[in-house]
DNA sequence: TTGAAAGCGATACCAG
DNA sequence: CTGGTATCGCTTTCAA
């Protein structure tokens, strides 16, 4: 049988109500009894019921974070960074995995509410409403990571006009007018209609029309790079010089496609991507990128809870900086003779 | 406030018990009061208090994953695996995170404990064996997986010593005879250790000695690939004709050297690396490979999971197949003219 | 079929 | 500084 509270206060012939003060660094006691029945509970292998523990003091240490489950794997770099900041604050993390299929939706979403967490860290992508609404309603935090969700939840993220402008200013800058956008640009979820959004705004802003704006795909998948400029485009005739890739994968399905059909990057096409994960570095050639900063994200974000009970309760929006990392995957074509 | 089962048992006028029985589908009761108590917890926004639950009936639903913090992104995969069994089953999955921090782990260690899981599933590495033991005495199923820790612990993996013996035959058929393995080959854990070992037994085995045999490496990192034709051989007169990485991305990272130094895969250098995630396919050229099933991993050990209260308890391996998926980064030297 | 009541293991308030 | 005890929300006999 497990050993309990109770078995530990037995054996120290002291009360339950002792050995939980002590355990827990609560109230007052003194450190001699307190260093014996420490000592004691290693002993028996006593570990707390957390269970109970929350049970009873109507609080919980857990977080969820939930992550759908076809992810761009930033989402790991992601929870490292909430992995830091919890572990050192003594906090647990409930990973959810979270797909397409309505009734496992709820069934993770019970899950969550049904262990009390603190707090509902969301990355990226299509997170039911109702989902959120469900959340708020009870109280607990929801932090959006990667995205901006709606203005009642908090965010930690990339500012995603700013990173837009500076991929389209360096390009430009580079020489290129005809310019695609693609990987996930559908208009139904909010963050790759954001990313369009702000393409097109962009492109306007920098003196480019709607002539000059290609848009292609409607998920984050290699396949879409990769079909782009073999199904939908004349591989030979491309009506754009660069494209912007909204991920790491997408740009090398981009860059395979070329080379598979016997083009070279970036002399036939520029590639800038979103994200700049390893992968990108891994390629050949080398893929320019606009990096995000996932693991800060993350820890910022769980930083973010651990304050907001002090201090306000507003929902906050907290832009982490991002980078454009040139590599050699954009041609100069001013350079150009 | 938060609604509880009184609340609902209240509003229906029953009792907590009647409510209970109902909403957990045990024990009698008639299917009339049963809708209805259905449907006014619905509308009453109730959902379970699963830790007072847990603490109640003394048993709990979830199982918990450990996955190193560093990984080979293996584990996202084997984790999808977990998920579908999971979701299905009404099981939840406590993810945790591991890295080599002692105190780290402890505290992971004990978040597992004091949330009562049934069973923890060891994604490969090194795990504390310190960790293992206290699990197994309170009596919670350890699962292995892709990696068999020891005899006392159920694992579900692939057959490392017929990957190893798929990759060795199809080398030499192809007439490879000084062959190198590389990534992690060190001997303090029990994966590297048996990767190394299976290594050189087969080798031999395939009547090779140790002079056509090259080790090298401490983990499965990309540099470690990149860094071992670079640094550690003289990449212009290579002792090996071909490498196995013990990850994809050492073979990818090997590669990389290769083709960074003007040098050709497969005619300078073939390559096979161990694991064959969607990467191998993305590189150029294509990597050849052994493929685990890391979902099917996942899903399986939790069958094996589910199904072991009722039928035996001894410890039990299942070894799931691989597939050796034949690209283009491995030479024919027969061909050769 | 339904209800009363005894826990589950820990916390925290209130006395002593 | 220490102990008694109500309580958290739910499950589970045992009676009715």
Do not use: C
Request: glycine letters at 4%; proline letters at 2%.
């Amino acid at each position: 049988m497990k050993v309990t509270l109770k078995d530990v206060a037995d054996a120290a012939n002291l009360s339950v109500a002792s050995v939980s003060r002590i355990l827990t660094n609560r109230g007052r006691y003194s450190e001699v009894t307190a260093k014996r029945v420490r000592e004691l509970a290693q002993k028996m292998g006593y570990y707390k019921n957390q269970n109970a523990a929350d049970l009873s003091s109507k609080k919980s240490r857990a977080v969820g974070v939930v992550v759908p489950l076809i992810h761009t794997n930033f989402a790991d770099e992601v929870i490292k960074g909430l992995y830091e900041a919890t572990i050192s604050s003594g906090y647990e993390l409930l990973i959810t995995y979270l797909d397409e299929n309505e009734d496992h939706q709820y069934q993770v979403f019970q899950t969550l509410l049904s262990r009390q967490v603190g707090a509902v860290f969301m990355l990226s992508l299509d997170i039911p409403s109702w989902m959120v609404n469900t959340l708020l309603e009870e109280k607990i935090s929801v932090i959006s990571l990667t995205a901006l969700l709606n203005d009642q939840v908090s965010a930690v993220t990339s500012d995603e006009s700013e990173m837009m402008n500076t991929i389209i200013d360096y390009l430009v800058t580079m020489g290129h007018k005809n310019i695609a956008l693609i990987g996930d640009t559908k208009l139904t979820t909010i963050i790759s209609n954001t990313r369009r959004t702000n393409f097109i705004k962009l492109m306007h802003a920098h003196g480019l029309t709607d002539d000059n704006m290609f848009l292609y795909g409607t998920d984050h998948t290699y396949e879409t790079g990769y079909n782009s400029v073999t199904t939908d485009y004349d591989i030979n005739h491309l009506p754009f010089t660069a494209a912007v890739a909204t991920a790491d994968l997408v740009g090398q399905g981009l860059a395979n496609a070329m080379l598979d059909h016997g083009k070279k990057v970036p002399d036939d096409l520029s590639i800038v991507t979103i994200d700049g994960l390893q992968q990108t570095e891994i390629a050949r050639p080398k893929l320019t990128t606009i990096q995000q900063n996932f693991p800060e994200i993350g820890r910022v974000a769980m930083q973010l809870f651990l304050n907001s009970d002090s201090s306000n309760k507003d929902p906050q929006v907290i832009y982490i900086p991002t980078e454009l990392i040139q590599r050699d995957s954009v041609l100069n074509l001013n350079a150009k003779i």
